[in-house]
């Protein structure tokens, strides 16, 4: 079984038009989720860390949020250079480092 | 801003061989990690590293795969006898230190097995 859930798999905005990916967990314990996002060719590039529920972070467009059982990213008016693919990964349990990935959403902005 | 550096961008090796894959962490860092992706899959946890030795490892990382740092700077994965299987991305990451601390990714060794 999936420890997480991205959806959808791809997303595909007109510049400005804001949209939300969503990013479900099913682990016990959660130490803390992280959202990266990932260029063609690049490795994952570190957005931000979430604790416990009801948390939020934001940067530039980007908001993250968090709640028992999901994390939401919201784009606010993406532009094209927001184009990536967004990874959300979970670690979970006291003593463990290792993160696990979701599949990722595929996020395409047009001008 | 300081970021973690892998060599080669890409490998090309023939099945059977071994190969050696390289990483300079972030400086101040102490906690390192490999992962691989293969092609149109998840990122996937192979080891991570602490104080020269193992701290954690997946399934994946079985006898035909090592770690070691070999000196102050570097931080390297060794797959030996390498299957077509292996052919994926590799990527490096560190962080300061354990738990929700994030941890940053190099851009990666893309291993051809021929």
């Known amino acids: 079984e999936d420890q997480v859930t991205q959806s959808p798999e791809a997303l595909r905005l007109q510049e400005g038009e804001s949209s939300s990916l969503n990013c479900s967990y099913t682990?016990?314990?959660?130490?803390?989720l992280f959202w990266y996002r990932q260029d063609p060719g690049k490795g994952p590039e570190f957005l931000f860390t979430?604790?416990?529920a009801g948390e939020e972070k934001e940067k530039e467009r980007l908001k993250a949020t968090l709640t028992k059982k999901e994390s939401f990213l919201h784009i606010t008016a993406p532009k094209p250079e927001d184009s990536a693919t967004y990874l959300c990964a979970v670690q979970e349990g006291a003593g463990f480092q290792k993160l696990v990935f979701g599949t990722g959403t595929r996020l395409l902005v047009s001008p | 801003e300081p970021e973690v550096t892998q060599t080669p961008s890409h490998q090309v090796t023939q099945m059977g061989q071994e190969v050696i894959l390289r990483c300079v962490p972030i400086?101040?860092?102490?906690?390192f990690y490999w992962y691989r992706q293969i092609l149109g899959q998840k990122v996937e946890f192979l080891v991570s590293?602490?104080?020269?030795?193992?701290?954690?490892k997946s399934e994946i990382f079985d006898d035909q795969f090592s770690v070691e740092r070999p000196d102050g700077s570097n931080f390297t994965l060794k797959i030996r006898s390498t299957k077509l299987e292996d052919s994926a991305m590799y990527f490096c990451?560190?962080?300061?230190?354990?738990?929700?601390?994030?941890?940053?990714f190099g851009d990666g060794t893309r291993l051809s097995i021929l």
């Open positions: 682990v016990s314990g959660l130490r803390g």
């Open positions: 590293f602490y104080n020269n030795e193992i701290s954690e």
């Open positions: 990451a560190s962080s300061e230190v354990q738990g929700h601390q994030p941890q940053h």
């Open positions: 400086s101040n860092h102490l906690y």
């Open positions: 979430l604790y416990s």
